[in-house]
């Protein structure tokens, strides 16, 4: 379980905000931005990490410079909310490539899903795959048509 955010400093939340701006800094300027000598920069990171605050490390990629020009969203809804047929949708559209992100939700659906498609064709069969899930009673879709803002992490 993470650290409380209760435990964080002004320093750690600073340090929270940077790496979550850029990832790729060096320990040396991420300790210049925080105002602190490198080692106990590096200290704190490392406890930050240790507690779960800090999850990992990713690059920022382009989708469609990648080919995957369509990102939709599927609002999903089971035939039943019984917790073994939850957990067994869940662990299986986990193992999707194509599912980037997958929120249980409450209100107007089961599952909320964040897909990537390559094309139209692509994202029909994506579509008609959840449509044609034994446990699936409804889906609605929704496409991407621009995205203004994108932003990592939490607001520190």
Not at 60 to 70: K, M, N, S, T, Y
């Amino acid at each position: 379980m993470p650290e409380s955010i209760d435990n964080l400093d002004a320093v750690d939340r600073q340090i929270l905000a940077e790496l979550q701006s850029d990832g790729r800094m060096t320990n040396v300027e991420l300790a210049r931005r925080v105002e602190l000598s490198a080692p106990p920069c590096l200290r704190r990171v490392r406890r930050l990490e240790e507690a779960g605050i800090i999850r990992g490390y990713h690059a920022e990629v382009d989708p469609v410079a990648l080919g995957w020009q369509i990102t939709f969203f599927a609002l999903v809804g089971l035939e039943s909310q019984k917790q073994a047929l939850l957990d067994a949708f869940q662990d299986e559209v986990k193992t999707w490539p194509e599912v980037r992100e997958c929120h249980m939700i409450r209100g107007g659906g089961d599952f909320l899903l964040r897909l990537v498609a390559r094309d139209t064709a692509h994202e029909n069969a994506l579509t008609q795959r959840l449509t044609g899930h034994s446990t699936v009673n409804r889906v609605q879709t929704l496409q991407t048509i621009h995205t203004a803002k994108q932003m990592p992490g939490v607001p520190l």
